[in-house]
């Protein structure tokens, strides 16, 4: 340490704390606490070798990372019976509806069906391995498939990516957003959804559901002509104008869609109705996708059978198995018949030159992966009585997207309508989803003739149908409005971007308008003068005090009890927080100010919340000594002084207002200062004692939350009483707060119990006494019992006086730092009161 100390001291580096100074002169007059323990308290300031200390992680530490990295440990070993069921019942169902939809999905991103099938196996065979939800069902979504179709686009429009098959793009994709989203799992950094406010979410999910609804119209319609990648407002323009040109695909489509939500509504009527068969029910409303999948496809083989020049309306056309071995002839449109086998599985190829292409709309597929994601496992979490971890649900995101593309899948997450039907169907554990697989696999490798049928009209109907849930109601929008307007204007702003422009823009502007919002806020806030009023607190008409199970009489009808009870709070000195104006809110003290930090204090908002302390206090107190200036041009330029033709108006007026004393801070809503903030709080600590001169002014900082806040404070020399000028000083008055220690075995917990044990023996005691008057007939002896009782207790009564240890809850070496306001405030009165006592005794001046 001497080293150091000489190396310091080289560098002109001044080691001793600032307030050491002030510290020893305080010794030297403060009044000593005389209700402490033996040993005082004195706390230590945090140190930065302590810091670093807290932040290297332990042996234990470690191991339970390394096992938080595979939670299936938890609960693989309890599984049972009971719960494979569950999961069982879960797995066929979801796997019923996956396997539609991930075909369907798979037009969204621009790829064959079968890739939608490779998607929809990989992600629900590994998530159980390293997922914390039991009711989340990854694989592809309609989101997420339309971003992969905007980068899948892009990239074969570019002239470095024309020749790159669409699947190698999207393995590519998956790749690099899957390792982004890997490596913030496992920094732990789960945190990171936090910046994404609801209202982007639920914009961006309306935006998004509105384009792929409008994207889907002219399959559904059997319209063309058109791209239907354009932004949603021109499709649906496009749409309008070629309705004459309709063909047989919109009978097909609108009966599917017509049939989808007709069988929803009237099972969910008949649930209502039927409550004992709502179980049952419900698996046939899940079921409604595949119902009209196989009913749409049997019309199409029916009419396309033995059809010539072509079918009566757009198929979905072969979806391969494997590597194709030859060609088939009976069906008059080409069919591949392979060997069993995913024909595109291999090692991704992730070029610099593709990565390059989609690295713009890299953070608009990372978003909507998380995000997704996170919020509904949070969703389901909360109703079914778990919780899940954000930071793990991302490396099994990562890690599922990072395997899949060695089987040719594309990017997918969490699918919320499949959740819900999963956590319907009674899953029990996230196992449910190797079922699920091997359903999916199951209709991998069956022969895929029958996909060659499938209608796209009807898978249209199906999109749809899935992404119409997704849509925010006017019931939410409102409620959005009752809570936070500003916020509405946000949505609102978001889904229009994304209608007339790309759901990516409309992602970036609500995130950066919640952004600026949010920074906005915190600029701005400026913080509240509190005063203090006397409250009751009052159970019915009854006035209750510590224990509310002892009023202390009727309100209004007593007076001591009444004081007793009442205490001191304090609220806005302008109601701003709501309460009854007819209450009356004063200042502790003339010249003691109350400042409450309303969003917390730090380099954003140091300027304009101190800029507003000081101009409030400013223009409620006056100098405590006039300004005088030899000459008038010794008087600065921005300071031109009273007009002389209103100084009989403003002296009055000035003279009524009181000088400042102290600064009362409330940091119970900071967490952290910094430099800046600190520097700030100096300069206008410097600008009030000009102002005071030549008294002082006292800061008094109360609700202190971080050890790191008060080593930050004690830095810029806060903490201990202002230095006096004139190199005279009153005794300060130390008032600090005091908890009483000895838990179970403290004073007021021993005379507690003696005080219960005393009442037993009196009963007790008094129960003899009416038997023996009830034998002997008359009531001397238990006056005499009673007589002697009372004898017998009253030096029990003062043998049961145990001696209170009490300890300082803040350190005795920074006595302006408290516990809570009431402790501050009584700190500032007794001081002013104190500092004026000396003046008039060795014959001060007068305030």
């Known amino acids: 340490m001497s080293h150091l100390s000489a190396l310091a001291e080289f560098l002109g580096i001044k080691v001793q704390d600032p307030g050491q100074r002030n510290v020893d002169q305080l010794a030297r007059y403060e009044t000593a606490p005389t209700t402490l323990a033996d040993d005082t ?123 790159v098959p669409p699947h190698v793009v999207a393995s590519a994709l998956a790749v690099i ?3 982004v989203v890997l490596v913030i799992g496992l920094l732990r950094c789960g945190w990171i959804v936090d910046l994404i406010s609801i209202t982007s979410l639920s914009a961006f999910m309306t935006g998004s559901a509105i384009t792929i609804v409008v994207s889907q119209l002219p399959a559904l319609l059997g319209v063309g002509g058109f791209s239907n990648r354009d932004s949603p407002y021109l499709v649906l323009i496009n749409t309008l104008t070629r309705l004459p040109e309709m063909k047989l695909d919109a009978t097909l489509g609108l009966s599917a869609l017509l049939s989808l939500y007709l069988i929803r509504y009237c099972l969910a009527v008949a649930a209502e109705r039927l409550p004992k068969h709502k179980r049952v029910l419900f698996f046939a409303s899940t079921m409604r996708t595949v119902v009209i999948i196989l009913l749409c496809t049997m019309v199409s083989w029916i009419v396309n059978r033995n059809r010539r020049g072509g079918p009566a309306f757009s198929l979905l056309g072969s979806v391969p198995k494997g590597r194709q071995e030859k060609h088939c002839r009976k069906s008059p449109y080409h069919v591949d018949r392979s060997s069993p086998g995913f024909r595109d599985a291999g090692v991704p190829v992730v070029k610099r030159s593709i990565v390059a292409q989609f690295g713009s709309h890299l953070p608009a597929t990372v978003i909507v992966m998380l995000v997704e994601h996170v919020a509904i496992s949070k969703s389901f979490g909360r109703v079914n009585n778990y919780s899940i971890d954000p930071s793990q649900e991302m490396v099994a995101i990562g890690i599922t997207n990072i395997l ?11 699918s919320f309508s499949r959740s819900a039907v999963n956590s319907k169907a009674g899953v029990r554990t996230p196992a449910a989803g190797t079922v699920t697989g091997l359903v999916v696999l199951l209709a991998t490798y069956l022969p895929t003739d029958a996909f060659f049928y499938i209608p796209n009209a009807a898978l249209s109907a199906v999109i749809i149908h899935a992404v119409g849930d997704l ?12 809570v936070s307007p500003l916020e509405v204007v946000v949505f609102l702003t978001g889904v229009l971007v994304s209608v007339f422009a790309n759901i990516e823009s409309g992602l970036y502007t609500t995130v950066c308008m919640s952004g600026a919002i949010l920074l906005f806020r915190i600029l701005k806030g400026r913080g509240r003068f509190l005063g203090q009023v006397r409250v009751h607190s009052v159970l019915g008409d009854q006035v209750i005090g510590d224990d509310p199970r002892n009023p202390v009489g009727e309100y209004g009808t007593f007076e001591e009890a009444g004081n007793s009870a009442a205490r001191n709070v304090f609220l806005p000195l302008d109601h701003g927080d709501g309460s009854n104006p007819e209450v009356e809110i004063e200042s502790p003290y003339p010249g003691i100010f109350i400042y409450r930090f309303a969003e ?70 900071v967490n952290n200062v910094d430099i800046t903030s600190v520097q700030r709080l100096i300069d206008v600590r410097n600008q009030l004692d000009l102002y005071a001169a030549p008294d002082v002014v006292d800061w008094h900082i109360a609700c202190i939350n971080n050890r790191w806040t008060k080593r930050a404070l004690v830095a810029g020399g806060f903490g201990v009483p202002a230095k006096v000028r004139d190199g005279t000083h009153h005794r300060w008055r130390s008032i600090f707060s005091v908890a009483e220690i000895g838990g179970k075995h403290s004073a007021a917990a021993v005379a507690e119990d ?94």
């Open 41 to 163: 308290f004195v706390e230590d300031l945090p140190t930065t070798a302590e810091w670093f200390r807290s932040q290297l992680p332990s042996t234990n530490t470690l191991a339970l990372y390394s096992r938080s990295l595979f939670p299936f440990l938890s609960w693989i070993g309890h599984y049972n019976l009971q719960w494979f069921a569950g999961d069982v019942v879960a797995g066929v169902t979801i796997g019923a509806i996956l396997v539609p939809q991930g075909m369907a999905y798979a037009s969204l991103a621009r790829l064959e069906p079968q890739f939608g099938l490779y998607s929809s196996f990989v992600g629900v065979m590994i998530y159980w391995i390293f997922g914390t939800a039991k009711d989340i069902s990854i694989g592809p979504v309609a989101v997420l498939s339309t971003v992969v179709g905007s980068v899948v686009e892009d990239v074969n429009s570019s002239p470095a990516g024309k020749d």
């Open 177 to 179: 957003a899957g390792s």
């Open 404 to 414: 899949g593309a060695f089987l040719a899948a594309y990017p997918s997450t969490g």
């Open 471 to 482: 849509i925010t109601p006017p019931n939410t929008i409102y409620q959005f409005w009752n």
């Open 600 to 669: 917390g204090f730090n380099y954003p908002n140091a300027n304009f919340s101190l800029d507003y302390l000081t101009a409030f206090i400013l223009a409620r107190t006056r100098r405590t000594s006039a300004e005088t200036f030899g000459r008038p041009g010794d008087r600065p330029w921005n300071d031109p002084g009273p007009r002389r033709t209103h100084k009989s108006l403003e002296e009055p007026h000035m003279t009524r207002r009181p000088t400042l004393k102290a600064i009362i801070l409330d940091l119970s809503s």
């Open 754 to 847: 003696e005080a219960n044990e005393r009442q037993l023996r009196i009963e007790s005691q008094r129960a003899d006494d009416e038997e023996v008057g009830m034998e002997d007939g008359f009531f001397g002896s238990r006056v005499a019992a009673d007589s002697g009782r009372q004898a017998e207790e009253k030096p029990l009564v003062a043998m049961s006086k145990p001696r209170r240890r009490g300890a300082a809850v803040h350190g005795l070496s920074k006595p302006l730092f408290y516990v809570d306001l009431t402790s501050a405030v009584q700190s500032a009165i007794a001081n002013v009161d104190a500092r004026q006592e000396f003046r008039e005794s060795v014959g001060g001046g007068q305030d």
